[in-house]
């Protein structure tokens, strides 16, 4: 009887739907998920009754308000994407989990205009006729790498997959065992280059490679070299590889297609701003490639795609594969990545302006003010925890410049009443999704990796969970 007094208390859909902060919910989401959200939430409220002990009957009360906040609450999440902005506070810069590059502020605007009108994705102005999606890359690419043609696909293991489908079909590729690398998610180089319909034919040792192993390997039967830069991990100590100006001095080699698989691909040598030489794809190609693959959301700074350069006559063979159709990009990549690459015409203003080139040389006094503005900031707040600033080491990440490890400065969290663990679950499933990382007891927080603007966003959430 008493659970029935209980369910009794229960308000009905419509009464819910009659309350004024519904009423101005439907104005601005659908009926049918408010609908869905209501009764969601009655359920709940049904259950705790069937649940509940006798003696905590009587005390049973339903506040509406509440359950009208809950149902808000519910309606939002509900419609809200499931892919959401976060603030990086990792000090990872290409985040392979976080979205790796962010695009340049600058792009913006050209984005949004493609976006939200009709384009000139596949017709010629000029001409008044049908064109090409990947004409629109193909100057600047040229332009910036010095090769003779590109094609670019959806991301660089299909940007794999499609030369050696092409060059390799029904051969051998010779590849040194020591660059058969494994990529995120157990993604394997030798994988993804036998579904390319050719043979592998691993030369040399894990840590040495001679040009005698490559010369060993070849027979009529060999249609390509495959090189693949180690761009995720290094051996040190006792090494040797071949390089591939050494293979094109080789007779035997001179008319094979030499492919290099760059991975994270760069146009800007980093050492001259104080870090380690990275391969850029220039000089894979001064060095003889005859086609060189990489990423354009690594080192690049760009949107996710597979860049394909090279020599003309093989990139040519490419555009006619049939698979070039199913790996083949949208307006927006091609939109955000010839802007991007227009940013590259001035080395300056790439470095400035691609976030990716800007995190990676960020100097050290310049990370120290941000911090201390951080710090400042959280000081303000009062927060019953131990906050101070720290130096560490940020990383590059995404498969990138495995050893370099850049110097940074860090705020260092330790709550006083509750524990780390908890700290870094409430901000990470907070409004603004802040992603941190935990060391020795403490919550960090690295400013090379978040943007100034949104440091408020920060304070605004530690607020909350220490109030």
């Known amino acids: 009887m008493k659970k029935n007094q209980?369910?009794?208390?229960?308000?009905?859909?419509?009464?819910?739907l009659s309350n004024p902060r519904i009423e101005d919910l439907i104005n601005c989401y659908p009926r049918k998920l408010i609908l869905e959200s209501i009764r969601e939430k009655i359920n709940?409220?049904?259950?705790?009754?069937?649940?509940?002990?006798?003696?905590?009957?009587?005390?049973?009360?339903?506040?509406?308000?509440?359950?009208?906040?809950?149902?808000?609450?519910?309606?939002?999440?509900?419609?809200?994407?499931?892919?959401k902005k976060v603030v990086n506070g990792t000090g990872v810069i290409l985040h392979?989990?976080?979205?790796?590059?962010?695009?340049?502020?600058?792009?913006?605007?050209?984005?949004?205009?493609?976006?939200?009108?009709?384009?000139?994705?596949?017709?010629?102005?000029?001409?008044?006729?049908?064109?090409?999606?990947y004409d629109h890359l193909v100057e600047i690419i040229k332009e910036l790498t010095g090769a003779e043609d590109v094609l670019v696909v959806n991301n660089n293991a299909?940007?794999?997959?499609?030369?050696?489908?092409?060059?390799?079909?029904?051969?051998?590729?010779?590849?040194?065992r020591g660059e058969l690398v494994e990529v995120g998610g157990s993604f394997r180089i030798s994988s993804i280059m036998e579904l390319g319909s050719g043979k592998l034919v691993e030369v040399g040792s894990t840590n040495k490679t001679h040009i005698r192993d490559y010369k060993?390997?070849?027979?009529?039967?060999?249609?390509?070299?495959?090189?693949?830069?180690?761009?995720?991990?290094?051996?040190?100590?006792?090494?040797?590889?071949?390089?591939?100006?050494?293979?094109?001095?080789?007779?035997?080699?001179?008319?094979?297609?030499?492919?290099?698989?760059?991975?994270?691909?760069?146009?800007?040598?980093?050492?001259?701003?104080?870090?380690?030489?990275?391969?850029?794809?220039i000089d894979s190609i001064k060095k003889g490639a005859d086609v060189v693959t990489f990423s354009g959301d690594k080192m690049l700074g760009g949107p996710q795609a597979g860049i394909i350069v090279g020599k003309k006559k093989y990139i040519k063979k490419m555009k006619k594969n049939q698979l070039t159709r199913a790996l083949r990009v949208d307006k927006m990549t091609i939109a955000a990545l010839e802007a991007t690459l227009r940013i590259y015409l001035d080395e300056k203003d790439a470095i400035e302006n691609i976030p990716t080139l800007k995190m990676i040389t960020c100097k050290l006094e310049e990370l120290d003010?941000?911090?201390?503005?951080?710090?400042?900031?959280?000081?303000?707040?009062?927060?019953?925890?131990?906050?101070?600033?720290?130096?560490?080491?940020?990383?590059?990440?995404?498969?990138?410049?495995?050893?370099?490890?850049?110097?940074?400065?860090?705020?260092?969290?330790?709550?006083?009443?509750?524990?780390?663990?908890?700290?870094?679950?409430?901000?990470?499933?907070?409004?603004?999704?802040?992603?941190?990382?935990?060391?020795?007891?403490?919550?960090?927080?690295?400013?090379?990796?978040?943007?100034?603007?949104?440091?408020?966003?920060?304070i605004k959430e530690l607020k909350k969970v220490f109030n």
């Open 96 to 133: 392979t989990n976080l979205g790796r590059s962010r695009l340049s502020p600058k792009i913006k605007d050209e984005l949004i205009n493609i976006a939200f009108g009709y384009s000139n994705l596949e017709y010629d102005l000029s001409e008044g006729q049908r064109g090409s999606r």
């Open 44 to 83: 709940q409220k049904r259950e705790e009754i069937i649940f509940l002990d006798e003696k905590d009957i009587d005390s049973f009360d339903i506040k509406e308000e509440d359950l009208i906040s809950d149902i808000i609450n519910c309606v939002k999440d509900k419609f809200e994407l499931s892919i």
């Open 369 to 458: 003010k941000k911090a201390d503005l951080l710090l400042h900031k959280i000081l303000n707040l009062n927060i019953d925890a131990a906050v101070e600033k720290q130096k560490d080491v940020s990383q590059v990440g995404g498969g990138s410049m495995p050893l370099e490890k850049l110097d940074t400065y860090t705020i260092a969290i330790k709550p006083n009443k509750f524990s780390v663990s908890y700290l870094e679950k409430t901000l990470r499933n907070s409004e603004s999704h802040i992603i941190g990382r935990i060391n020795e007891d403490k919550y960090i927080l690295d400013v090379r990796t978040i943007e100034e603007n949104e440091f408020d966003f920060i």
């Open 216 to 281: 060993k390997a070849f027979n009529e039967n060999t249609k390509a070299i495959m090189k693949v830069h180690t761009s995720n991990y290094k051996i040190l100590g006792f090494t040797e590889s071949v390089e591939i100006d050494q293979l094109k001095q080789e007779e035997e080699f001179r008319e094979l297609p030499i492919i290099e698989d760059l991975g994270s691909g760069v146009f800007i040598d980093l050492s001259k701003y104080g870090l380690s030489y990275e391969p850029t794809v």
């Open 6 to 16: 209980a369910f009794s208390k229960l308000p009905s859909v419509d009464k819910i």
């Open 158 to 176: 299909a940007a794999v997959l499609l030369v050696l489908d092409t060059l390799a079909r029904d051969g051998e590729i010779i590849v040194s």
